[in-house]
């Protein structure tokens, strides 16, 4: 595809701030010269974008994903939308392949690919129920396994509606994504991440969620916590690795004519580079907390020795914003997802793995945070 342009949600956010980082400083010339048209919200942010990164991207001022007319046809005038804004709103996800696959008839490109979407989920999608449903503490679900995920999700979705699943199968079962005539329709994958950790390279939020999330709640309370048994269980991705695979997934469009890229309901990619108990990021929090001097502290208001207490659902919901459904999945859930799509189609390679994750508490415990960002 020659020059495609590029739409993408989420550039003042942590991941898709990274994303837009990496695009705009990658060296591969095929990346070098693309345009990106940025949904965004905020004059004087818009600006900050320009002039940090000129006029490869294009701010596009807009109120909120509910603008899902805006948004179609936006996407109808782009080759590629990376989504990676808010995995949680359905109806702006379909919107987004809609108009993709207006482009095909619309469009005045030269470009005789098809389009692409980009779309970006997280793995609580498929994560057991341990407190209120069904534990699965043995199940490990693999991207390469065909329709398995999909299928799985689908089933899971009819019986528990879970809305940043309901995007991911909307997007994935589009009408225009699952068209017999290939040729005529639209790609379209899945990026379903899972904790990703590190600090981001965009230009506002750069704080990642759950680790300093539980440092925060650390910090604040003094101990950590654990919801359920203490097996729930969690693969990670540093941001900047998760980052390089979108650009990866564009290169793959650009140079191979998307290829290599999965599809429809084969298109769901888990980007891992290691696995993690719940219970050791609530350790690890409290370890860099005790070893940067911030606990115990000297008041003697809390614990003097490392402490990870067991809370129950309505406590743990006090991080999630008082949503229980994400508090049980997230802090509780069992969710492996073996990803090898990623490395096997496209050869990434992640390069922050084990080592790098041992660090981020500590580092946690220096960067901003976010209040909640479930
Ligand atoms: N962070 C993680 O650890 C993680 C893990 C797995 C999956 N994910 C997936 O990745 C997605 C993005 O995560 P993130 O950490 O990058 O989130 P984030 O830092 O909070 O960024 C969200 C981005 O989307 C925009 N946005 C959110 N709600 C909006 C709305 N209603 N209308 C318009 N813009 C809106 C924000 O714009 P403003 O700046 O204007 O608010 C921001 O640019 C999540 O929704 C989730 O599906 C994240």
């Known amino acids: 595809m020659d020059s495609p342009k590029i739409l993408l949600t989420g ?12 695009l705009m400083t990658s060296t591969a010339p095929s990346v070098q010269g693309l345009q990106v048209s940025v949904l965004v919200r905020g004059e004087e942010r818009a600006d900050k974008l320009v002039r940090t990164y000129g ?52 469009s005045s490109t030269t470009a005789s690919s098809k389009p692409w979407m980009l779309h970006t989920s997280g793995c609580s999608n498929v994560s057991d129920r341990p407190l209120t449903g069904q534990a699965f503490p ?27 699943r309901a995007a ?33 390279e965009g230009l506002f939020q750069r704080a990642g969620l759950m680790v ?38 564009v290169r793959d469009v650009v ?12 298109g769901i990619v888990f980007p891992t580079a290691g696995r993690v108990y719940m219970r050791d990021i609530a ?27 067991q809370v129950d659902l309505q406590e743990a919901a006090t991080t999630t914003a008082g949503n229980v459904v994400v508090a049980e999945v997230g802090w509780a859930g069992h969710r492996a997802t073996k990803g090898t799509v ?12 084990a080592a790098a994750w041992a660090q981020t508490s500590s580092t946690s415990c220096a960067t901003s945070s976010r209040a909640s960002g479930w």
């Open 283 to 309: 350790q690890g929090c409290l370890d860099a907390a005790f070893a940067a001097g911030m606990l115990p502290r000297v008041d003697g208001t809390t614990d003097m020795q490392k402490v990870i207490r």
């Open 168 to 200: 991911e199968l909307a997007v994935l079962s589009h009408p225009s994504v699952t068209s017999e005539k290939q040729e005529q329709g639209v790609g379209a994958l899945s990026i379903q991440a899972p904790c990703i950790f590190g600090e981001g």
């Open 342 to 353: 990623a490395r096997e189609r496209l050869g990434w390679l992640p390069t922050h793995c």
């Open 11 to 22: 550039a003042t956010g942590y991941v898709g701030g990274t994303v837009l980082h990496r």
């Open 255 to 266: 140079e191979h004519d998307a290829s290599n890229l999965p599809s429809g309901a084969r």
């Open 55 to 106: 006029d490869r991207v294009s701010p596009i001022l807009f109120r909120d994903y509910d603008e899902t007319e805006l948004i179609e046809q936006l996407a109808s005038q782009h080759d590629i939308v990376i989504n990676a804004g808010s995995g949680f709103h359905p109806a702006s996800a379909e919107a987004m392949v809609r108009g993709l696959s207006q482009r095909q008839t619309n």
């Open 212 to 249: 300093p999330i539980m440092m925060r709640y650390v910090v604040e309370k003094g101990h950590g916590f654990q919801l359920g048994d203490g097996t729930g269980v969690i693969d990670y991705v540093h941001v900047a690795d998760l980052a390089d695979l979108y650009v990866r997934c």
């Open 138 to 164: 043995d199940r490990e679900l693999h991207d390469a396994d065909g329709t398995t995920v999909y299928d799985f999700e689908k089933a899971e979705n009819e019986s528990d509606w879970y809305p940043q």
